[in-house]
Every structure is written in C-alpha cells, then in structure tokens.
C-alpha cells in the first residue's frame, strides 16, 4: 500500500532441532511484535491452494446457498458487514464475508458444524477437516515451544488442560475487492484476536497490517508482506493475560486493496473450563499479576458480546458444554 511501512517479522523454524534457540527466537518475537511467520511448519503448500480453491468454490455459490448455512451456535456463513471487529467504530459493520468450523477435537460439540452438502460440493469436507487438523498439529507443536520460550516445561499447555480439547475455530475468509481502496473501510476493523494464538494463511493479496501503538489514534498501519508457505502467527489476549503482557496481543486489520482476497484463521482458545490466570514465570513480587484470573469461556463471551450484534442471544459451544 502507497506510503505504508512494510514489516519484516522473525521467522521461526518450526521443524529446528536446536529448539532452545527456536524457543528464544519465538520469546523476541512476540515480545516485540506478538507477529511472527512460521515455516516448515508440515501444512504443504499444494494443499493450502485446494484448500483456498476449496474455499473460493464456496463464496462463489449463489447467496441462497449460502444462507442456508448461516451461522449457528457459531459455525457456518457470516455475510458481509455481519461482524464488527472495532465496537467503537461507526461503519456499518466489516465488509468480509466468512465461514466457521467449530472444533472437531470434542465428540460433543463436533455434531454443531455445518456442511454444505457433497452433491453441491464435492470433498469439501475432508479438505477443511484435513485443514482443520493439520494446522492444529502445526500449532499444538508451536505451543510447546511458546512454553519453553516462557521457562515452562515443555507440556505445560497440556498439564494446565488448555490443550486437550482446545476450542479451536477455523475461520474461512473472503475480502472481496471491488469496494476499492477505501481510507474510511476496513476489510476488518482494527482488533487483537481473543485466544491463544492464532495461525493465519493468505492468499497472497496483501492487506493485513499490524498496529503496534494500541492507543495511538487514528491508528497507523504497517504491512505484513506474504512469505510463499509461511503461516503468519499472532498472539491472542488470553496468552497476553496469562504472560502478565511481556507477550503482545498487537492490534491488526485487514484493508481493501481493490483485489479480492482470501485467508484462513485458526483461533486456538482454551477450553470454556480452563482458567487462565498468569504463569508463575511471569510475574515477581515487583511485578504483581496485572489481571484477575478468570474462565476462558467467561472471557470469550464478553468478548464476543462486543463484537456482534450485543442485543443478540449468544450461545457458544462452550456454554452449550459447560
Ligand atoms: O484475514 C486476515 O488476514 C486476518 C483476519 C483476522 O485478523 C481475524 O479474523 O481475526
Ligand atoms: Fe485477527
């Protein structure tokens, strides 16, 4: 974009065997970005493009289709301008259009996902459950080193039960591109992702842009350039939380550059029961806890109170569990 600052973020090997200094690699990178790309990750290149074609064939189906699917208990299709990532700011809503899998790690909730069926599209299904699963493998594996990037055993997410079902949401989105560029929209508005962490895959159309100054308004952007295979990873609030904020939840969004656009989120969140409270290599009598503990889905749903519509009824998968 003309005049915007191009980031260049760390890069972590995922596959390094020296994993001590992957693991310092990662603590610099998320306490001065909370942004950094992944590589050699295991989610090959030629599956991420059918998994994009995949989506693509999707967003191409005709409105009535896709309404069909409409978002309940928080999976299926979200139409245009249907969320709103900044409550305060005054457009109409995001102009994105997007589509929810809920976790299929619990037996229990996996039954709430939607599917468009196989006669309309073929093997869509396995391709985003295969999606769905390998990015999680990807980031259980990257959690083990955030742990030891933290002075935490390696399983530290595991003995805490933030990883053994965690509620991880994989998010199919579209940007479509002849609103044009557009100082006043967003293609998502600025926000910090609510989880853990959150992998992120692109079609390669720029537009995602990184906020470093929270406070600052009005807000400045910098370009997140696209690395071919890479995953881009973003630290989410609750690991802010749980880091006493040495690890930063930055602020992003997504503008319009005339060109449509496609990306996968993959929101890793703890589960609804997990309460997240600051590691102990975090905090010192000097640096006191800077936030109460509290449930994750506690957290999550005042969160999500925000961002859609507040007057709606909200019903999670981890209300619906608990
Ligand atoms: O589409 C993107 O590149 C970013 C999406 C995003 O930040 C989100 O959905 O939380
Ligand atoms: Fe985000």
Redesign the pocket.
């Known amino acids: 974009m003309a005049g915007t600052a191009t980031l260049s973020l760390p890069i972590i090997d995922l596959s390094s065997p020296d994993r001590i200094s992957t693991a310092k690699s990662i603590h610099q990178a998320c306490v001065e970005y909370g942004f950094f790309y992944l590589v050699n990750h295991g989610v090959d290149e030629d599956f991420i493009k059918q998994a994009f074609d995949q989506s693509a064939n999707f967003f191409s189906l005709p409105i009535e289709d896709k309404i069909k699917l409409n978002r309940k208990e928080y999976r299926g299709y979200t139409p245009l301008y249907a969320e709103k990532?900044d409550p305060s700011s005054l457009s109409k809503g995001d102009p994105?259009e997007?589509y929810y899998i809920g976790p299929l790690t619990d037996t229990t909730s996996v039954r709430l996902n939607q599917w468009p069926s196989n006669e309309l599209l073929p093997n869509w299904r396995p391709t985003m459950e295969s999606l769905f699963w390998k990015i999680l493998s990807a980031g259980k594996e990257l959690l083990s080193l955030i742990a030891l990037s933290l002075n935490l055993d390696e399983n530290y997410f595991e003995k805490i039960s933030a990883l053994n079902k965690p509620e991880a949401f994989l998010?199919l989105?579209r940007?479509p591109g002849e609103l044009g560029p557009n100082e006043e929209i967003c293609?998502?508005s600025a926000?910090s992702?609510y989880g853990m962490i959150?992998p992120?895959l692109?079609n390669g159309v720029p537009?995602?842009q990184i906020c470093k100054e929270k406070l600052k308004q009005p807000q400045e952007g910098e370009d997140v350039s696209h690395v071919e295979g890479a995953i881009?990873v973003n630290i989410g609030d609750m690991m802010e939380r749980w880091t006493n904020c040495l690890y930063r939840s930055t602020l992003?969004?997504?503008m319009p550059t005339g060109k449509e656009?496609y990306?996968v989120?993959f929101?890793m969140d703890p589960p609804s029961d997990c309460v997240v409270e600051c590691f102990e290599s975090c905090c010192s009598e000097s640096s006191p806890p800077r936030f109460p503990p509290i449930r994750s889905g506690d957290y999550l749903n005042q969160r999500f109170k925000l961002t859609y519509d507040s007057e709606r009824e909200l019903k999670c998968s981890f209300q619906s569990k608990s």
Do not use: P
């Open positions: 990532l994105k997007s998010r989105l940007y293609g998502a926000h992702d959150t992120l692109t537009g995602l881009i992003h969004r997504v656009r990306s989120a929101f």
